[in-house]
T-cell receptor
Framework: SAVISQKPSRDICQRGTSLTIQCQVDSQVTMMFWYRQQPGQSLTLIATANQGSEATYESGFVIDKFPISRPNLTFSTLTVSNMSPEDSSIYLC??????????????FGQGTRLTVV | DAKTTQPTSMDCAEGRAANLPCNHSTISGNEYVYWYRQIHSQGPQYIIHGLKNNETNEMASLIITEDRKSSTLILPHATLRDTAVYYCIVRDAGNMLTFGGGTRLMVKP
């Protein structure tokens, strides 16, 4: 199993500003994933963060808006840039979930609840 | 496009079995069926997964039809703490999880 810590757990931010969310895992992992969950909605994958290379973004998400860092195998950050009220969501960090061996379950952090005013 | 179809919501009486259906009629041969749940204000939690055979663990049972076009997650004795949104996900090796709308299960006393 993996224990994931996200910081901050919640924040209220002014529009036009940026927020950096941190994700710390208690073990080394190759890939880390960032999801967004808009109010009342399901989870949508933003990007996959690989150590030593640029993040891979899903359709509809761009690096300028959601820059990601992955300095080592246990840590990643997601920045929500130039925020608007539409960015108000829960942002979740996840590890695991790849492959079909017995250790294929994905683990999620508790999420960061962002409100943009 | 969503790979799975689930009812939007379901109710279940406490102590009774909760049977959550999922349709995945376009599933391909190498795709697994995964179930996760999300309790309010928490990150999703893995429940169970399977390919062809029925599976059981300490949390739940997964029944997959012979043609693999549908499955049912069974919580044998639902408790109030099982109230959550349950996601049925189809994925193959190496692909990331793609969440659909899920089923909001309400366990009532």
């Amino acid at each position: 199993s993996a224990v994931i810590s996200q910081k901050p757990s919640r924040d209220i931010c002014q529009r036009g500003t940026s927020l950096t969310i941190q994700c710390q895992v208690d073990s080394q992992v190759t890939m880390m994933f960032w999801y967004r969950q808009q109010p009342g909605q399901s989870l949508t994958l933003i990007a996959t963060a690989n150590q030593g290379s640029e993040a891979t973004y899903e359709s509809g998400f761009v690096i300028d808006k959601f820059p990601i860092s992955r300095p080592n195998l246990t840590f990643s950050t997601l920045t929500v840039s130039n925020m608007s009220p539409e960015d108000s969501s829960i942002y979740l960090c996840s590890v695991g979930g790849g492959g079909t061996g017995k250790n294929t379950e994905a683990f999620f952090g508790q999420g960061t609840r962002l409100t943009v005013v | 496009d969503a790979k799975t179809t689930q009812p939007t919501s379901m109710d279940c009486a406490e102590g009774r079995a909760a049977n959550l259906p999922c349709n995945h009629s376009t599933i391909s041969g190498n795709e697994y069926v995964y179930w996760y749940r999300q309790i309010h204000s928490q990150g999703p939690q893995y429940i169970i997964h399977g390919l062809k055979n029925n599976e059981t663990n300490e949390m739940a049972s997964l029944i997959i039809t012979e043609d693999r076009k549908s499955s049912t997650l069974i919580l044998p004795h639902a408790t109030l703490r099982d109230t959550a949104v349950y996601y049925c996900i189809v994925r193959d090796a190496g692909n990331m999880l793609t969440f659909g709308g899920g089923t909001r299960l309400m366990v009532k006393p």
